[in-house]
């Protein structure tokens, strides 16, 4: 089983310019989660999606923007991209939007915006 | 807004003894879950364990386990009989039941000496 898939690996970006950050998961979840870790500060949500067709902000949303396209799906885009926004991020799922199970996360994607 | 702290930045521990990790939360909700998730420089995040607010018994997992203070919210790591491929960043995180807001400690970087 695949688990999480998250497309690319590696990114570098310009300053402004846009990406997405593509998600997929094959484990039939309803929850889905973007998270960015950077050095010394632990991983922080961005946005996250409780089933599909609903989206959440997490606690640093700002400069992002989420599409669950459908249950397997949630994509994460940078539409303007700034050097503060360079770091790995990771993509997770859940079963039952409920984290008291377990939760798998994707390999991440390690993103400098130069 | 509930927070995880990880006072130790770095820890290390001599190949076949034993480590404790400490984690500290804040909360006023009573259901709730922890875990310590485990993530080896391949940057993959492993779930390690699981502990329930409402279980008094610590949760266990072969080498691993915690010691759960409810009253002190305190949430401590015991990695017995070290190995090398323990070595890792290693994650508390909090999640209040019913929520999909899975908050994270900073990490402890954990080295182990042969």
């Known amino acids: 089983n695949a688990g999480v898939t998250q497309t690319p690996k590696f990114q570098v970006l310009k300053t402004g310019q846009s990406m997405t950050l593509q998600c997929a998961q094959d484990?039939?979840?309803?929850?889905m989660y973007w998270y960015r870790q950077d050095p010394g500060m632990g991983l922080r949500l961005i946005y996250y999606?409780?089933?599909?067709?609903?989206?959440d902000k997490g606690e640093v949303p700002n400069g992002y923007n989420v599409s669950r396209l459908n249950k397997r799906e949630f994509s994460l885009r940078l539409e303007s991209a700034a050097p503060s926004q360079t770091s790995v991020y990771f993509c997770?799922?859940?079963?039952?939007?409920?984290?008291?199970?377990?939760?798998?996360f994707g390999q991440g994607t390690r993103l400098t915006v130069v | 807004a509930q927070t995880v702290t990880q006072s130790q930045p770095e820890m290390s521990v001599q190949e076949a003894e034993t480590v404790t990790l400490s984690c500290t939360y804040d909360?006023?909700?009573?259901?709730?879950?922890l875990f310590w998730y485990k993530q080896p420089p391949s940057r993959q995040m492993i779930l390690v364990i699981r502990?329930?607010?409402?279980?008094?018994q610590n949760a266990t997992e072969n080498r691993f386990s915690v010691n759960f203070q409810k009253a002190a919210k305190s949430f401590s790591l015991k990695i017995s009989d070290s190995q090398l491929g323990d070595a890792a960043m290693y994650f508390c995180?909090?999640?209040?039941?019913?929520?999909?807001?899975?908050?994270f400690g900073k990490g402890t970087k954990l080295t182990v000496n042969p």
């Open positions: 997770a799922s859940s079963d039952q939007g409920r984290f008291n199970t377990e939760a798998f």
């Open positions: 484990m039939n979840h309803n929850s």
């Open positions: 999606s409780a089933s599909e067709g609903t989206t």
């Open positions: 909360t006023s909700e009573s259901d709730y879950y």
């Open positions: 502990q329930e607010a409402y279980k008094q």
């Open positions: 995180a909090y999640v209040q039941g019913g929520s999909e807001k899975l908050v």
